[in-house]
C-alpha cells in the first residue's frame, strides 16, 4: 500500500494472537489506509491481513520440559523470522508476548535501528527482577498490561505504558446466562458448575482427573447439579472422551460466545489459572482457583518465582480474593469444600465479585479498550520515526 508504514508483527500464542489481532483493528481505525502488516501471527491477526510468515502453531509452547524435544524447529524458525525482516525492513517491529522467541528476534535484528516495542512484560515482578535491566537495553518501548509494571522498567530507562488488560474488552461480562440455562433445559435456581481444565493438553490432561474427583464430591451433596466446560477445538475431542463417566450431565461447549454464555449462567467455576479467571471475575461469576504443572517446571517455579498468588485478582490486591489451590494442594478433599460454600451460598458469592471489583477497574475497566491505548503508542512511535512517505497526522 503506497504510503503506508509497515509494522511487522510477531505472537506465539493464541493470547498473543489476540492482542495482536484487536492492536491491528485499533490501527486501521485510527489511521484507515496509512498502515500495512507482516510478521508471524494466527487466526485473528490474518483477519486483519496478516499472511504469516509460518504457522504460529511451530511456536506455542510452554515450560521448559515442552520446549526442549522443538528446539531446532524453534532454531530455524528464528532465522527464517530474522531473515524476512531484514528483507521488508519494516518501519516498526512490534513483538507480543512469548519472550523466549520474541526477545531473541529482537536482539538478532537489533542492528536494523528499527524501532523495536514489545507488548506484555515479562513477570519480573514474579521472578528474575534482573531481566527488567537486560531487556531495556535492546527494545525501545515496552506496552504492558498490569498498572504496577511501569517503574520496574523505567528505572531501567525503557519507555513504558500502561495499557491496561485485554480481558477488560474481550466481551466476558456480556453473556446470556438465561440463555445458556435455556439451552441446557436448567430452571433459573438449578446449580450449575462451570470447569475450565485449561487450553493445553498437558493441563487439560492434568486437571481433568482432579476435577472429575471435586465433581463426584459435589453431586453428592447436590441434587440436580449439572456442569457446563467451556474449552478449545486443541483439546476439545481430550475433554469429551474424558468427561464421559462423570457422574452428572456435563455439556462440553466452544467458542467465545457460548464460554460468555455460561460465565453469566454458572453459580461458581473451577478453573486453572490463567487469563480465564479474570474473565470470570469480569463476568460476575465467583471462583475457585486450580493449578498442576509438569513436574520439572513445578520443580523450577518454586526456585524462581517470588510471588503469593498465581491468579491476577489476588496478585493486584495482595490477598486471596479468589481461593487458590496449586501444585500438592491440587487436590479434591481440598478444593471441593470451599466450592461446596460458592454453590450454597449466594451471599458468599456476592462477596467474592464485590471483592474483585477494584482490581478490575485498575486494569481498566470503565476506561479507553487496551488496544486503543497500545494503538496510540505504536503510532506515537511511528510519528517519531518521521517516516517519510506519511503525511503528517491530523
Same mark, same amino acid.
Given at each position: 500500500m503506497p504510503g503506508a508504514a509497515l509494522v511487522y508483527v510477531v505472537a506465539g500464542e493464541p493470547s498473543g494472537d489476540l492482542l495482536g489481532g484487536r492492536l491491528m483493528a485499533a490501527l486501521h481505525v485510527a489511521r484507515p489506509g496509512r498502515i500495512?502488516?507482516?510478521?508471524?501471527?494466527?487466526?485473528?491477526?490474518?483477519?486483519?491481513?496478516?499472511?504469516?510468515?509460518?504457522?504460529?502453531?511451530?511456536?506455542? +509452547?510452554?515450560?521448559?520440559?515442552?520446549?526442549?524435544?522443538?528446539?531446532?524447529?524453534?532454531?530455524?524458525? +528464528?532465522?527464517?523470522?530474522?531473515?524476512?525482516?531484514?528483507?521488508?525492513?519494516?518501519?516498526?517491529?512490534?513483538?507480543?508476548?512469548?519472550?523466549?522467541?520474541?526477545?531473541?528476534?529482537?536482539?538478532?535484528?537489533?542492528?536494523?535501528?528499527?524501532?523495536?516495542?514489545?507488548?506484555?512484560?515479562p513477570t519480573v515482578w514474579a521472578w528474575k527482577p534482573k531481566r527488567a535491566a537486560k531487556i531495556a537495553r535492546f527494545l525501545d518501548h515496552l506496552l504492558v498490561l498490569l498498572p504496577f509494571e511501569p517503574p520496574y522498567f523505567e528505572r531501567e530507562g525503557l519507555p513504558t505504558t500502561f495499557v491496561g488488560h485485554s480481558v477488560i474488552e474481550g466481551g466476558a461480562d456480556q453473556g446470556d446466562g438465561a440463555a445458556c440455562r435455556a439451552r441446557l433445559g436448567l430452571t433459573e435456581n438449578a446449580p450449575l458448575l462451570c470447569v475450565l481444565p485449561g487450553s493445553r493438553v498437558g493441563e487439560v490432561t492434568?486437571?481433568?482427573?482432579?476435577?472429575?474427583?471435586?465433581?463426584?464430591?459435589?453431586?453428592?451433596?447436590?441434587?440436580?447439579?449439572?456442569?457446563? +466446560?467451556?474449552?478449545?477445538?486443541?483439546?476439545?475431542?481430550?475433554?469429551?472422551?474424558?468427561?464421559?463417566?462423570?457422574?452428572?450431565?456435563?455439556?462440553?461447549?466452544?467458542?467465545?460466545?457460548?464460554?460468555?454464555?455460561?460465565?453469566?449462567?454458572?453459580?461458581?467455576?473451577l478453573a486453572a489459572s490463567g487469563t480465564v479467571t479474570l474473565e470470570l471475575a469480569l463476568a460476575g461469576c465467583p471462583s475457585v482457583v486450580a493449578y498442576k504443572m509438569n513436574p520439572l517446571t513445578a520443580w523450577l517455579a518454586r526456585r524462581l518465582v517470588k510471588v503469593r498468588y498465581a491468579s491476577l485478582i489476588n496478585l493486584i490486591l495482595d490477598r486471596p480474593v479468589l481461593p487458590e489451590f496449586l501444585q500438592e494442594n491440587c487436590r479434591a478433599e481440598t478444593i471441593t469444600p470451599v466450592l461446596q460454600s460458592y454453590l450454597a451460598d449466594p451471599a458468599r458469592r456476592r462477596a467474592q465479585i464485590d471483592a474483585a471489583a477494584p482490581a478490575l477497574e485498575q486494569l481498566g475497566r470503565g476506561g479507553p479498550s487496551p488496544s486503543r491505548r497500545a494503538a496510540e503508542a505504536v503510532w506515537t512511535l511511528i510519528d517519531r520515526k518521521e517516516i517519510k512517505s506519511l503525511s503528517p497526522v491530523i
Open positions: 500495512t502488516f507482516a510478521g508471524i501471527g494466527g487466526e485473528r491477526m490474518a483477519e486483519q491481513g496478516l499472511h504469516s510468515l509460518f504457522p504460529m502453531s511451530d511456536l506455542s +509452547l510452554m515450560g521448559l520440559a515442552e520446549v526442549l524435544p522443538h528446539l531446532p524447529r524453534l532454531m530455524r524458525r +528464528l532465522r527464517e523470522a530474522e531473515a524476512d525482516i531484514r528483507q521488508c525492513r519494516p518501519d516498526l517491529i512490534l513483538t507480543i508476548d512469548s519472550p523466549g522467541f520474541c526477545f531473541r528476534l529482537d536482539q538478532r535484528v537489533r542492528d536494523l535501528g528499527i524501532p523495536l516495542v514489545h507488548y506484555v512484560a492434568r486437571h481433568l482427573p482432579v476435577f472429575r474427583e471435586v465433581v463426584c464430591r459435589l453431586a453428592e451433596s447436590l441434587d440436580g447439579l449439572r456442569v457446563v +466446560l467451556p474449552t478449545v477445538a486443541g483439546v476439545a475431542d481430550l475433554v469429551r472422551t474424558q468427561v464421559v463417566d462423570w457422574p452428572c450431565p456435563v455439556q462440553v461447549i466452544e467458542g467465545e460466545g457460548a464460554k460468555f454464555d455460561a460465565f453469566a449462567a454458572a453459580d461458581a467455576a
